[in-house]
């Protein structure tokens, strides 16, 4: 599954390389090491300034990427989105409200993967993050929905699980399912604490007064200082969670983002709330349609009216978020919305928002000089075991994006490191501390990091680190990658060019 880092690093000391020859051998020793020798390295690192290659090994080699992946799908989305596209989320209805301002038909909130409706950037408050949605439906005079209340997220086609997943990821936050109506990342969190003695079962309530999910409690409050064993299980397709394990008498009481089932229901079912507090009532239903619904009902919303909308942040903020906290679902509501564009202007039928993406994306690094068969990806963000590509690649990548125009913003969505992202607590007091900007990639089995940095003679490098089939129990990887980051960082010398 894919992992969260967050252990800091301390960092070696190491002496710099003075040339070139030493900056080589430095690195071939570094990934050489015995432990890695049942395990898989490759690498690339190329001059930005001369385009000469200072370091290259297995780097036509394809390797899983982990999130490494996201370098690939933000770029894409810079390309044929440009960095200040925003997402729309639209209000629709047959008519207008009458005099009474009431509103005789269905109301329809019709999504396009706009992944910010959450709490993280509204204050940890969802209403917030509804009210300019909630807003324009006032601005209209609007106090009664006669009909139901429709959430549509039949933008997207296909499944609502990413291509190549694994099944139990959708047990974790970051396999949240995909939806054109996405809130709150998908998940709903969960607080569970001790109960008031021991034997007792633990409190399992959600963080949020809306209670979206149920619960089978199979918890226990044990004696003061036991260890938490608290874990959670989702079956696939239901919103029932089954919370097993323990608790110490005095615990604080320990949060956890559970995913959800049909997470369009709950964008409606928080904006039915966000409505009411507006004064405005629903006698209708809550209601949701996808795609397959709408193969049976089809909508025309040129012939509706659309009563109001609301616009995401600018492609720069929602990229500068997604790539720093490495946030999967982010990716692939991007990748979908990719495709869903180049249906629209292809007029393309049949295939799914995923598949088109993909396509998109093959032709896109193509254009952009890569190889064909050098990359192999099936979904955007990286969960997917089956995405594959090389360093080479990697870094034709980053050397490609260096020379658009939207390089700079692309550069400015990397975690810094020392600084901010996945890479907050690695490399903090080196040379690569504020310098090395690039892109973490964790998967069982495999670690990546790839990105730029420049050297201590100022020449500026792209670079591309990947690590398959081997078992990082004590997160030695990431500090080997870091360690060949850093030597970059403090290299004196220059690439021959």
Request: net charge negative.
């Amino acid at each position: 599954m894919l992992g969260f880092w967050t252990t800091s690093f301390q960092a070696e000391e190491q002496t710099p390389a003075s040339n070139l020859a030493q900056l080589q051998q430095l690195l071939a020793e570094r990934i050489s090491q015995p432990k890695y020798a049942s395990s898989f390295w490759g690498a690339k690192v190329v001059s930005l300034d001369t385009g000469s290659t200072l370091f290259s090994y297995n780097a036509e080699k394809l390797f899983s990427p982990a999130s490494n992946s996201k370098l690939y799908t933000v770029a894409l989305a810079f390309q044929r989105l440009g960095p200040d596209y925003r997402i729309k989320t639209s209000l629709y209805a047959r008519a207008r409200p009458n005099q009474s301002g009431t509103l005789e038909s269905d109301l329809i909130v019709y999504g396009r993967g706009d992944p910010t409706l959450n709490a993280r950037l509204h204050h940890d408050d969802i209403f917030e993050a509804l009210e300019p949605l909630a807003a324009a439906l006032t601005n209209t005079g609007t106090k009664k929905i006669q009909g139901d209340l429709i959430g549509d997220e039949s933008f997207f086609r296909g499944p609502e699980l990413g291509s190549g997943w694994a099944w139990d990821d959708a047990e974790y936050y970051y396999g949240a399912e995909l939806s054109a109506l996405t809130i709150d990342d998908n998940t709903e969190k969960v607080r569970v604490q001790p109960g008031e003695r021991p034997g007792a079962l633990c409190s399992v309530a959600p963080a949020k007064q809306l209670d979206f999910l149920s619960f089978s409690n199979r918890t226990e409050t044990v004696k003061i200082g036991g260890k938490r064993t608290i874990t959670f299980y989702r079956p696939l397709g239901y919103n029932l969670v089954y919370v097993s394990g323990q608790m110490a008498l005095g615990d604080a009481p320990y949060t956890e983002p559970v995913p959800i089932h049909r997470p369009a229901l709950l964008f409606i079912s928080f904006f039915r709330e966000a409505l009411a507090r507006h004064g405005i009532t629903v006698a209708g239903k809550l209601k949701t349609l996808n795609w397959l619904d709408r193969q049976v009902e089809p909508a025309d919303y040129a012939s509706m009216v659309e009563l109001g909308s609301v616009q995401s942040p600018p492609l720069t903020e929602i990229t500068r978020d997604l790539q720093k906290a490495s946030r999967n679902l982010d990716t692939d509501l991007l990748l979908a919305h990719v495709g869903e564009k180049s249906r629209q202007e292809q007029n393309l039928l049949g295939e799914a928002s995923e598949e088109l993406g993909i396509r998109t994306l093959d032709s896109f690094l193509h254009e952009a000089g890569i190889k064909r068969g050098q990359t192999v990806f099936e979904e955007g963000s990286g969960l997917s075991r089956d995405n594959l590509t090389t360093p080479e690649a990697t870094v034709a990548l980053l050397q490609f994006m260096s020379h658009q125009n939207s390089g700079q913003a692309y550069l400015n969505t990397l975690p810094v490191a020392g600084v901010d992202g996945t890479l907050k607590n690695r490399m903090k007091g080196t040379p690569a501390a504020g310098n090395v900007r690039a892109k973490t990639g964790s998967l069982r089995w495999a670690r990546a990091l790839s990105g730029y940095v420049t050297t201590a003679a100022g020449e500026h490098l792209a670079f591309s680190l990947m690590l398959n089939r081997f078992d990082d129990k004590d997160s030695s990887a990431e500090a080997d990658l870091d360690a060949i980051a850093i030597s970059l960082a403090s290299f004196p010398g220059r690439s021959r060019g």
